[in-house]
Every structure is written in structure tokens, then in C-alpha cells.
């Protein structure tokens, strides 16, 4: 079956970058229409979609936070790797990894990680 | 970017209740809308995608239409594990944004 699990730094400073890692099982990323999507919801809040890569390695940003965000892959281990530069205490949420399919030219999230909670404070 | 605006924003309802969601997109995205459902603590859940297919497993009380810029999620007779908070987010176009949530609560 699908499973996805995030892994990274529980707290990080201001201005230090954020590293996470979502590690996954039951699906390739080299398969054809199979992407890996970033997606971070602060505390009581609504989900926040960050990022995107797909199995032939395009990579999508929110417009807002495009210039501090990478996406990478590594299929071989199974493993997508987003950072996030200058942190700040506003970038404090849960953040979730998900697997996205293709339908239609678009990608959706279909299965989702447990999330992982980060803190930004000094 | 495409904003999605969801009414109500809480809503009271009871066990047997049939409730009606709407979900507003800024601009035209089709039918390129997915609905997720999401209990204290957990993951969002898929529910629906394309407007109005059912993910695998889900009951079939409920069900989703539209095209275009309108949208609903509706379910037919509320079941206690349905008090939830539900969100839709659009993929017509990046970046890819979801509604600000409906918070389902018992009566």
C-alpha cells in the first residue's frame, strides 16, 4: 500500500534553512503521472500548498515562496527533499508530504503523510 | 493566483442531516476541483476529485458537482464520523490553493 512519512527538524531558528525529507513506499517516482507534492498547514489554520515534482523531474513553487523553496528527488531511495531558506516564526506549521496523480494534466494528493510539526523560535 | 472561497465557514448540523458545501473559484478551473476531509490531529482525507468522482472507499453519502467556478460537496444523511473540517483545493492551475475550510459541529 501507499505510505508516505516526513522526517526533519521538530525546531529551527530564524533565518536557518529547513530541511525535510519524505520518504514513501507502493509507488515509483519514476512511474509515468506519479509527482510527489509539499503541502504545510499552520496551526488552526488551512492547508498551504508549497511544492510540486513530478516523475520527469518539472518542479512546481508557490508563487509566494518560490524564491526560498528547492524540490528534489531521489528515486532511487525512494525520497523527495524540499528546503526552505530564512526561516521565520510565520513558517511555523505542520508540514505534509503527499503523493500526487496525474488526471487530466493536473496532479491532486492522494495519499498523504502523517505530517511533521515544525517550530521556528530563537 | 486562483482563490477558493467556501461557505460556510462553520456550520451546526445533526446525525441524519443532509449538508451542502460550496466551494468558489476566482476563475474558471473547470472541473480541476478535489474535496479533502480532516479530523482533529490527522491528515486531510481524499474524498472526492474531478468535481465529482468518489475516491476509492469512500461512502457513497457523499458526493460532489459543479464545473466551472461553483462547486458543492454535499453529503445525503450525516454520520457521527462525519463532523469534521472540510476543504477543497483546485489543481487547474499552479500555484495549486485550497478554500479557507468548513468546520462541521454537532448541534
Known amino acids: 500500500q501507499v505510505t508516505l512519512r516526513e522526517s526533519g527538524p521538530a525546531l529551527v531558528k530564524p533565518t536557518q534553512t529547513l530541511t525535510l525529507t519524505c520518504s514513501f513506499s507502493?509507488?515509483?517516482?519514476?512511474?509515468?503521472?506519479?509527482?510527489v507534492s509539499w503541502i504545510r498547514q499552520p496551526p488552526g489554520g488551512a492547508p498551504e500548498w508549497l511544492a510540486l515534482?513530478?516523475?520527469?523531474?518539472?518542479?512546481y513553487y508557490s508563487a509566494s515562496l518560490e524564491t526560498r523553496l528547492t524540490i528534489s528527488k531521489d528515486t532511487s531511495k525512494n525520497q523527495v527533499v524540499l528546503t526552505m531558506t530564512n526561516m521565520d516564526p510565520v513558517d511555523t506549521a505542520t508540514y505534509y508530504c503527499?503523493?500526487?496523480?496525474?488526471?487530466?494534466?493536473?496532479?491532486?494528493?492522494?495519499?498523504w503523510g502523517q505530517g511533521t510539526q515544525v517550530t521556528v523560535s530563537s | 493566483a486562483i482563490r477558493m472561497t467556501q461557505s460556510p465557514s462553520s456550520f451546526s448540523a445533526s446525525t441524519g442531516d443532509r449538508v451542502t458545501i460550496t466551494c468558489r473559484a476566482s476563475?474558471?478551473?473547470?472541473?480541476?476541483i478535489v474535496w479533502y476531509q480532516q479530523k482533529a490531529g490527522e491528515a486531510p482525507n481524499l474524498l472526492i476529485y474531478?468535481?465529482?468522482t468518489l475516491q476509492r472507499g469512500v461512502p457513497s453519502r457523499f458526493s460532489g458537482s459543479g464545473s466551472g467556478t461553483d462547486f458543492t460537496l454535499t453529503i445525503s444523511r450525516l454520520q457521527s464520523e462525519d463532523f469534521a473540517t472540510y476543504y477543497c483545493?483546485?489543481?487547474?492551475?499552479?500555484?495549486?490553493?485550497f478554500g479557507q475550510g468548513t468546520k462541521l459541529e454537532v448541534k
Open positions: 476563475q474558471e478551473i473547470s472541473t480541476y
Open positions: 515534482i513530478t516523475w520527469d523531474d518539472d518542479q
Open positions: 507502493g509507488f515509483s517516482l519514476s512511474t509515468n503521472g506519479m509527482c
Open positions: 474531478a468535481a465529482s
Open positions: 503527499a503523493r500526487a496523480i496525474t488526471w487530466n494534466d493536473g496532479h491532486f494528493p492522494d495519499y
Open positions: 483545493q483546485q489543481y487547474y492551475s499552479y500555484p495549486y490553493t
